[in-house]
T-cell receptor, first 113, second 110 residues
Framework: QQQVKQSPQSLIVQKGGISIINCAYE??????FPWYQQFPGKGPALLIA?????SEKKEGRFTISFNKSAKQFSLHIMDSQPGDSATYFC????????????FGTGTSLTVIP | NAGVTQTPKFQVLKTGQSMTLQCAQD?????MSWYRQDPGMGLRLIHY???????DQGEVPNGYNVSRSTTEDFPLRLLSAAPSQTSVYFC?????????FGSGTRLTVV
């Protein structure tokens, strides 16, 4: 059973546009929600993360929106650039319980010039 | 500071062979994990460790063994390789929230 459901599977966006990736979870004990960015041939790298005590976190062009009641969170990439083309994974974890992270299935983003 | 180092980067095995994927971190992180990445399935946890001498199973542990004799090293052993274990394997470590991943091992079992 997939603990974190991610959509869409792939996304094509024009340069300068907004990329939006959505994730949903069921376990209300999850309290840490990171997003990872992965380029081909590389390991995932932490991009941005949010805790459920805030509804939004922004770092540069990347914003996480978090809806605790709906158990959903999303990544928004503003002014998308070709260099943002990568696979993005959302994840969730429950406190410090062995640091088990549950990952979404990934979204392949292509930003076309 | 090398972060998380995985070796080898590529490996081809015959069905039934055994091998060990190496993982080492130099950040003094307590937590280490092994994930496998398959198309359309994201990252799935194989085994994890919360400290030296302590390991536990993740979502997909069958066919794999781990040990954690030191804080730095967390090797993953394939006991008898099967084609279903063809995948990209990532080792990751963490002190608290957020993982640092290695660059991965691409394993093909023929």
């Amino acid at each position: 059973q997939q603990q974190v459901k991610q959509s869409p599977q792939s996304l094509i966006v024009q340069k300068g546009g907004i990329s939006i990736i959505n994730c949903a979870y069921e376990n209300t004990a999850f309290d840490y929600f990171p997003w990872y960015q992965q380029f081909p041939g590389k390991g995932p790298a932490l991009l941005i993360a949010i805790r459920p005590d805030v509804s939004e976190k922004k770092e540069g062009r990347f914003t996480i929106s978090f809806n605790k009641s709906a158990k959903q969170f999303s990544l928004h990439i503003m002014d998308s650039q070709p260099g943002d083309s990568a696979t993005y994974f959302c994840a969730a974890s429950e406190g410090d319980t062995g640091n088990q992270f549950y990952f979404g299935t990934g979204t392949s983003l292509t930003v076309i010039p | 500071n090398a972060g998380v180092t995985q070796t080898p980067k590529f490996q081809v095995l015959k069905t039934g062979q055994s091998m060990t994927l190496q993982c080492a971190q130099d950040m003094n992180h307590e937590y280490m994990s092994w994930y496998r990445q398959d198309p359309g399935m994201g990252l799935r946890l194989i085994h994890y460790s919360v400290g030296a001498g302590i390991t536990d199973q993740g979502e997909v542990p069958n066919g794999y063994n781990v040990s954690r004799s030191t804080t730095e090293d967390f090797p993953l052993r394939l006991l008898s390789a099967a084609p279903s274990q063809t995948s990209v394997y990532f080792c990751a470590s963490s002190r608290g929230y957020g993982y640092t991943f290695g660059s991965g091992t691409r394993l093909t079992v023929v």
